[in-house]
Each structure stands twice: as C-alpha cells, then as structure tokens.
C-alpha cells in the first residue's frame, strides 16, 4: 500500500502546540518567576492534544471500517467466482485457470439460467457433464461407448449442436463452453431429441488439449464462429494460432479433419494463412483456399444473423497429415 498523506488535523496541532511552548516574548526565559501562570494566559498543553488524538483516532477508525468493508467485498465476489451455480453441476473455475498467466481467447460470463435450463443441469450433468479440471486423461472410448468422438470449441447455446448429435448418432460430439445457460440448453435439446452422443465438457478447452486427452484420440475438431476480437490490440486473444495447433496435432488421429467457420473475412484470412502453413495440417480445397458449407453444418442462429447483415461465411476444412 502507498503511504498515505499526513493528517492536516495533525499537522495543525503540531505547529500549534510547538507555539504554545515556545516563549510568549523576547524577554529571557529564566527571568520569569516560579509559580503558576494565570489560567486565562495561555492555553493549557493537554487540551489541543486531546482534540487532535481524538479527531485522529475517528479517522483512523474510519478507514479501517473502510478496508474491511472493501475486504469483505472482494471475499464476496471470490466465493461467487469459485462455487458452482449448481451444487452437483459445472464447477464455476474447475481448473483454476484464472490463476494461470497466459493470454486466453474467452472471457467467462454470467447471465441469467431459465428454469429449463437449470432442470437440464441438475438432472443431466452428472451423467453428459464434465468439468476440465486437468487433473485426469478422458478415457473417450468409455465416455462415448466406442464412438469415434469429435471435439466442438464454443458452442453458443447448442442448436447448431444438437441438431449435429442428432443427424449423426455414430459419432460422439465432445462440447466445450464456459456459458452455463447454453451448458443447460444443449443438455436439455439433446434430452428432448434423444440423443445420447453429446457429452458437455465446461471450462479451458486449452486445458482440455493439453493435459486430459491422449494421443490421437480425436477424429476432428470443430471451430464455429470463434470471437474474432476485432481490434488489432486484442488479435492475440484469437483462438486460431500456430501454438493452438501445435496442441490440437497430436491429439487428432491421421485424416482428422480440422473444421473453423467465420463470418468475419479479417479473421477468415489469418485462419487460412495459420492453417496452410502449419506443417501438420493439408487444406482439403482443390485450390487452397476456402470449402463450401458441409452439409453436416447447419445453419447457425448466429450465421443467419450474420448472413441478414450482408457477412460472408467463410468455412475452412483441414486434414490432419
């Protein structure tokens, strides 16, 4: 904590009380005679001193209750931040990976859970949920009951996910996100359609990468409508760079196939040159550029939006070599 400055009050007393004692005239000191001085003459010591102790000491109190008010406050928002909004459900940090110092491409957010949602979560998180905690390696053959299992990073509030799950019930969909509403929505539209395929996994899919799943134990991995942190300052934060590649390689069987979808050409582009040139990964594009929309994608919520302001949807589908 920085110093604080002096107290004025305090100061004032002090050049009073230095007045005070010091001699009244230019007589000499030792010329007066002993005996007590009229009351009404000069003030006595202990008064000022006494004001200004007691007018410190308020002060002193004050800010103490300040700091403690200010304390609590931030213990409060603490709690908030660790304890799960569902007892049994997707833990509030599982990995405590707010804790780590390296650049992340989310930013977790709470808003508000319908009573739809919070059902899902309490009925169905102990059986599709799981939280990314890094203290483990997902045994996916076991989780997905031997399907082959593709990994979907940010998936909005999980229509575009569920209708997947439910097109193609022999392949296992791995779900990622941090929204708690969407964790819920997805469960419970995979409930109503039946599916039993789509597993909810909550926290840092970076996480989830690079210490709980094993070697190739992927057969794709799909990206749809990433943040693209538009601002030059914040690129950083993009999800689709060299190093996250470098993560997602090993844990991609060969011929796995790497799907990101974009309506945003700046962040269109850095994928494409990202992807070409990394030396694990083929563009399946005769020209080397960017793929029509498979038709296992469907229309996104999100896309149309895009699509009703005039955005292109540029989608890029990459092999793993």
Known sequence: ?????????????????????????????????????????????PTPTGSTAAGSTAA?????????????????????????????GPAADPAGSH????????QPRRSRVTTGQQDALERLWPKWGLDIDGQRVLDLADLFDGLPVVLE???????????????????????VDVHTPGQGNLLGLADKAGSTNVRVANGDAVILLREMLAPESLDGLRVY?????????????????????????????????????????????????????HPRFENTAADGGYAPRPAFRPLTRFEGQGLDKGHVVHDLLFARV
């Not at 990073?153 to 779900?175: H, K, N, R, V, W």
């Not at 993009?238 to 844990?251: N, T």
């Open 99 to 106: 804790h780590e110092r390296r650049i992340r491409s989310f």
């Open 60 to 88: 002193d109190v004050a800010a103490d209750e300040a700091a403690a008010l200010r304390a609590a406050s931030f213990e409060r928002a603490r709690r908030l931040r660790m304890e799960p909004r569902f007892p049994g």
């Open 1 to 45: 904590m920085s110093e604080q400055p002096l107290n004025p009050s305090t100061a004032a007393a002090s050049d009073d009380d230095a007045a005070d004692t010091a001699p009244a005239g230019p007589g000499p000191a030792d010329s007066t005679p002993a005996g007590p001085e009229p009351t009404g003459s000069t003030p006595t010591g």
């Open 225 to 277: 409508f990433p943040d693209p942190w538009p601002k030059a300052r914040h690129h950083k934060r993009r999800l689709i760079q060299p190093e996250f590649l470098d993560l997602v390689a090993p844990v991609l069987r060969p011929g796995a196939v790497v799907h990101c979808a974009t309506d945003w050409e700046p962040y269109a582009e850095q994928m494409l040159e990202v992807l070409t040139a």
């Open 153 to 175: 990073i940010g998936f909005g509030m999980g229509e575009a996910t569920a209708q997947m799950a439910a097109d193609d019930p022999g392949t296992g969909i791995l779900a």
